[in-house]
């Protein structure tokens, strides 16, 4: 099984400010995934992360992964108010063997940007 | 265009009674996936199906049922055994493990 545990749960920040959400998880994955999602919404694929020290950005988002850590990040670079939302990460163990894909939720970062 | 499809938006059940949420998906995906959420919480897993006439129980699969009669479709019954259905339910696919797609979701409310 995998663990992944974000933090923090719960972000408030003023718009023009940069975080880091962190994402850590417990054993091996293969590759890491990150999703938005608004209220009442589906989930929307933002990155996926496939090897150590790999880096995407998309906008005022970015997002690293350290395989050797278990550590995922999503940085927010000069926030605005249309990324408030709830950010996810999501991984599967690298052996997926009887697990058949299944992903692995972090409980969420619940992100509000104020002016 | 290809994707899932979930049906309906919104479901309302009373007490006792079962209710079934239809997934559908036409991306030639072959696994397929039931996950419920909770406010403040993550995705949990319920059901998942990676071949027709297969599946394997979740994380919380007791109060709920699959079927996977058909490579496109994945309905989820909850039944009355599931004490406290009210959620957000998603459906979800993927293609070897990979290349996931959610569909919009189904929020059940029990009256």
């Known amino acids: 099984e995998l663990k992944v545990e974000q933090n923090p749960l719960f972000l408030s920040m003023q718009e023009g400010k940069n975080y880091t959400i962190y994402c850590n998880y417990s054993?091996?994955?293969?590759?890491l995934y990150w999703y938005r999602q608004d209220p009442g919404k589906s989930l929307e694929s933002l990155f996926v992360?496939?090897?150590?020290?790999a880096v995407k950005q998309e906008g005022r988002l970015m997002a690293s992964l350290d395989t050797k850590a278990r550590l995922s990040t999503l940085h927010i670079t000069a926030a605005v108010h249309d990324l408030s939302a709830t950010y996810f990460c999501?991984?599967?163990?690298?052996?997926?063997?009887?697990?058949?894909?299944?992903?692995?939720f972090g409980r969420g970062t619940q992100l509000t940007v104020w002016p | 265009d290809g994707g899932i499809t979930q049906s309906p938006k919104y479901l309302f059940r009373k007490e006792g009674q079962n209710v079934t949420l239809s997934c559908e998906q036409n991306?030639?995906?072959?696994?397929m996936y039931w996950y419920r959420q909770d406010p403040g919480q993550g995705l949990r897993l319920i059901y998942y199906s990676q071949i027709v006439n297969d599946f394997q129980k979740g994380d919380i699969a007791e109060g709920y049922s699959v079927s996977r009669e058909k490579k496109e479709s994945f309905p989820l019954t909850v039944t009355s055994a599931q004490k406290n259905p009210t959620a957000f339910y998603l459906c979800?696919?993927?293609?070897?493990?990979?290349?996931?797609?959610f569909g919009s979701g189904t929020r059940l409310t029990v009256v």
């Open positions: 054993t091996t994955s293969d590759r």
């Open positions: 979800a696919s993927s293609k070897l493990g990979r290349f996931y797609t």
């Open positions: 991306l030639n995906h072959d696994a």
């Open positions: 992360l496939l090897s150590n020290g």
């Open positions: 999501a991984g599967h163990p690298a052996d997926r063997g009887s697990t058949l894909g299944r992903l692995y």
